[in-house]
């Protein structure tokens, strides 16, 4: 019996983001960082995100008013890049204009998927480092 086993030895790559390691902006924040989300000065939502895929559940959830509110003042352009170090991502949100904008949550919602995306490491499935094909001859 001849069996032909492929390992992945779970070495992974990432694009080049001229900016800090995928998993620093991937890494969940302690409490005294975390994004906390308002609708108006002193009116907090009660959500918190503490990490990107906290940020996106919290961007799905909240008001228009949330979204507007912060992307007006910059808000999640500067958690984005002096928390989590995304600059990228950060001017990605920084060009969505809140006024008059019916597609804003959707908008927001899918730069920070495909941001997400785009930072999670993947298999470099173009050279053979990273698997190992392994023959069982019997």
Known sequence: MKKTIVKNSRSRTGPDLNNREPLYTLRTVKDQEAFYFFEAVDKPTGDVA????????????????????????????????????????????????????????????????????????TPDLSNGDNFAIVSLHK
């Open 50 to 121: 503490r990490n990107l895929s906290d940020f996106l559940k919290g961007v799905k959830v909240v008001s228009l008013e949330s979204l507007s509110f912060h992307l007006q003042r910059k808000d999640f352009e500067n958690w984005i890049t002096n928390t989590l170090g995304d600059s990228k991502l950060a001017q990605e949100l920084a060009e969505i204009r809140p006024e008059d904008n019916p597609n804003l949550r959707t908008d927001v919602c899918k730069t920070v998927e495909d941001r997400i995306d785009q930072l999670k490491p």
